[in-house]
């Protein structure tokens, strides 16, 4: 006779370690994620009252510019040279991560060189210096022409445009420089472009830098549109060129480089408007 037992399959113990060790890692995340929804409510409040984030920076590994780098930007970025020692440190830093973050190509032949990495990334860093998330993720290709190139998209000749699509952000070299260099005239072609970058990058994120930015802009157009006077002194006083006016991102960019190269004459002309531009770009420093 053939007797057959079935073993009923018992299942394994799960070893009383790795269970504690399992719910520890559970609740440690539970509260990492509840701790940062707290903050980030608090810290919406405290914005909302005092228009700046709770800090600006948290640099755990420094970086630093390669000498040669260095000396341009100590030579050639007026912006820099006007801070104090500490904000150097940490413009230094936000710059080399910046290069380090985005991708520079050269058209028609340019050579990418380390004047126009610091010249232009120096332009982004200046302008989201009040920001604690500077680095305008909307673009992550900077490409440069070495003057005005023809788009085969509008069959016109540009100097330079923004490009959400293709995460691009592209200068005609010759004209930057040439904004760069005449620093009075309210024409930059670096701030006017990077304006537009972080207009859109703003209204696309929501993180406390973007939502800062978000409320002075709509504070700045909720003012505008209230106050008929003003709208009129703005296109008489012919202060802000006439292109300000094609729209929304244009009017930010011509301001922002009003804001960056005469603020002592826009503080006095439109101290309202002044002050939604520093607001939005929490900008306390150098001066400004």
Known sequence: ??????????????????????????????????????YAFFESIYASKYKRPFFLNAIAFKKELRNRQFSILNKEFDFYKRLDENEKVIFRHRLATFINSKEFIGREGLKV??????????????????????LIELIDKIIIYPKAYYSNL??????????????????????????????????????HEFGHAIHLNAFGKNDISSEIFKDGFNKLATYLQEHKMV????T?????????????????????????????????KFPELYGYMKQMLNFNFAGY
């Open 236 to 268: 008489t006083s012919k202060y802000f060129r006439a292109y300000a006016y094609t729209n929304q991102f244009e009017f930010f960019a011509v301001l922002l480089e009003n804001f960056i190269e005469t603020p002592d004459e826009f503080r006095n």
């Open 154 to 191: 509008n069959e016109t000749y540009h100097k330079g445009e923004t490009n959400p699509q293709l995460k691009a952000i592209v200068f005609s070299w010759e004209d930057f420089k040439k904004g760069y260099h005449i620093g009075d005239d309210n024409l930059n072609l670096g701030i």
């Open 231 to 234: 709208r009129n002194n703005l």
């Open 1 to 38: 006779m053939i007797v057959i037992y079935l073993q009923e399959t018992q299942k394994p113990e799960i070893n009383p370690t790795f269970r504690l060790v399992m719910l520890i890692i559970f609740f440690v995340g539970l509260a990492v994620v509840l701790l940062s929804k707290f």
């Open 113 to 134: 060189d380390d004047e126009m990495r610091i010249l232009i990334s120096a332009t982004a860093v200046m302008l989201t210096f009040g920001f604690r998330n500077y």
